[in-house]
């Protein structure tokens, strides 16, 4: 087994529809999926500095849940000065499912419910093959806090993380592990 | 998002922003805030926050002292849950009843303080510009909430000593 655990960041927004899918696929990956294999990350604890969750994000692979364009998952990421393993991109899972979140926040409408599934499946895949692939290695970094600009929306964080497309709706950083189960020969996408 | 606490807090959003006051409140995104979306910057900058604390460790709370803006109410679920007897429940995903009636307790409360911001003409809100230089994130400090010297409004609600007051700077006239 490659790595022990591995992380699920939803990007932890809440006035777009699409916030309430990114939360419901970590849910449905905590609970249903693969409940041992995972564990959700709340920002708003990573923030504040609680150190269980800190450690999480330091000693794991962590998988961003990306809601919207304005990528703010990856964005904490770049401010802290980590990197994720990788990062699902919600808006092209919904330009390759044809599934939208809906209108309903409270509870997801159906469509919103079916592309969380789609979302929790394909990341459930790439943490099989995470836990799974003797190949795949994870070395932990160090959140450094201290000295932050934030709000600064100059950033283009796409770049700054060196993402790369590995899949429709898949990236990872450039100078992180290969993905497992997506990037060997035949088994793309 | 770990805590069933916090599913009760957005929903509690949710009923507030769609139901109660509907076009009069906005929903502050933290991680668009950090990231610099005008919107969410703006909107804390020039409008007085109530911040909806889950739990002991006061996340919302904390932010808003460490980029000093402190919030003109805050609403802490662990008194609403003391004082209404009722709790969470156990299902993140979709609350359970018992938690959807929390949920609409601290929607409650949110709204009685925003509609008192909204309706007085007492109310003096100043505006004020976020501290977005040479910031620290994820160091755990007690000051970042002791700063903002909250005091008691009433069961549940809580304001900054600093901010104005609630129908507490009115007491016996506007209790309502």
């Known amino acids: ?189 | 998002m770990k805590k069933v606490e916090a599913t009760v807090a957005r929903i509690a959003s949710y009923i507030v922003n769609e139901d109660l006051l509907p076009g009069k409140t906005i929903l502050m995104c933290v991680p668009a805030f950090l990231r610099g979306v005008e919107e969410d910057v703006s909107m804390v900058e020039n409008n007085p926050t109530v911040v909806i604390d889950c739990h002991s460790e006061s996340c919302g709370s904390a932010l808003m002292g460490l980029i000093g803006i402190p919030p003109a109410a805050r609403i802490y679920i662990p008194d609403v849950v003391s004082q209404t007897g009722l709790i969470a429940g156990k299902n993140r995903q979709v609350l359970d009843p018992v938690g959807n009636q929390l949920a609409q307790e601290v929607a409650r409360r949110v709204a009685k303080a925003g509609k008192w911001m909204l309706e007085e003409a007492h109310y003096n809100f100043e505006k004020r510009k976020a501290k977005v230089i040479g910031q620290t994130l994820c160091k755990f400090s007690e000051e970042a909430v002791d700063s903002l010297n909250y005091i008691e409004v009433e069961p549940a609600i809580y304001r900054p000593k600093s901010m104005p007051p609630l129908w507490d700077g009115w007491p016996g006239i506007y209790e309502r």
């Open chain 1, 1 to 189: 087994m490659s790595v022990e655990k591995v992380v699920i960041y939803p990007c932890g927004g809440i006035g777009l529809h699409v916030s309430c899918v990114t939360r419901q696929a970590g849910y449905l990956l905590e609970e249903e999926l693969l409940k041992l294999d995972v564990e959700i990350l709340d920002m708003h604890r990573l923030i504040r500095g609680m150190p269980d969750e800190i450690e999480l994000v330091e000693r794991y692979p962590t998988i961003i849940l990306d809601g919207c364009a304005h990528q703010c998952g990856s964005s904490l990421f770049w401010l802290l000065k980590i990197k994720p393993a990788a990062r699902i991109y919600i808006p092209d899972i919904i330009a390759e499912t044809n599934l939208f979140p809906g209108r309903a926040r409270k509870v997801l409408e159906e469509s919103g419910q079916r592309l969380a599934r789609e979302v929790a499946l394909k990341t459930a895949r790439m943490v099989k093959g995470m836990r799974e692939s003797p190949g795949y290695h994870y070395h932990s970094q160090k959140v450094r806090g201290d000295d932050l600009t934030l709000c600064d929306y100059e950033v283009d964080v796409e770049e700054a993380l060196g993402y790369i497309k590995i899949a429709p709706g898949v990236y990872r950083p450039r100078d992180m592990n290969p993905l497992p189960g997506f990037e060997e020969k035949g088994t793309e996408g």
